[in-house]
Nanobody, 127 residues
Framework: QVHLVESGGGLVQAGGSLRLSCTASGRTFKTYVVSWFRQAPGKEREFVATISQSGGISYYADSVKGRFTISRDNAMNTVYLQMNSLKPEDTAVYSC????????????????????WGQGTQVTVSS
């Protein structure tokens, strides 16, 4: 079992940057695929990015490709989401999720593929 805690959210102007962190408890963190999702007010939760257990493979939603970078430090039990060139439409609650899955982008973009979720961190981008 793993417990996830996000941090790093806040208020930023359009064009700015933020780095989110997802820190996990447990010694088996390196066996989990970890992803970021976000949910804006009145909208469904949507996939943002995912990273493989080793960190060697990553996959992004088209809406963030080229602006966001996901990375992980298994020694620190942490996954990061570096967000650059932020836009007002990036405003949402960002949550990380983990699962002991084989790599499949078809499955990893689905919220139902994950057993563990953090509580979320608010990101607000002002215009």
């Amino acid at each position: 079992q793993v417990h996830l805690v996000e941090s790093g959210g806040g208020l930023v102007q359009a064009g700015g940057s933020l780095r989110l962190s997802c820190t996990a408890s447990g010694r088996t963190f390196k066996t989990y695929v970890v992803s970021w999702f976000r949910q804006a007010p009145g909208k469904e939760r949507e996939f943002v990015a995912t990273i493989s257990q080793s960190g060697g493979i990553s996959y992004y939603a088209d809406s963030v490709k080229g602006r966001f970078t996901i990375s992980r430090d298994n020694a620190m039990n942490t996954v990061y989401l570096q967000m650059n060139s932020l836009k007002p439409e990036d405003t949402a609650v960002y949550s990380c999720a983990a699962d002991m899955s084989s790599w499949s982008t078809k499955l990893l973009v689905r919220t139902t593929s994950y057993d563990y979720w953090g509580q979320g961190t608010q990101v607000t981008v002002s215009s």
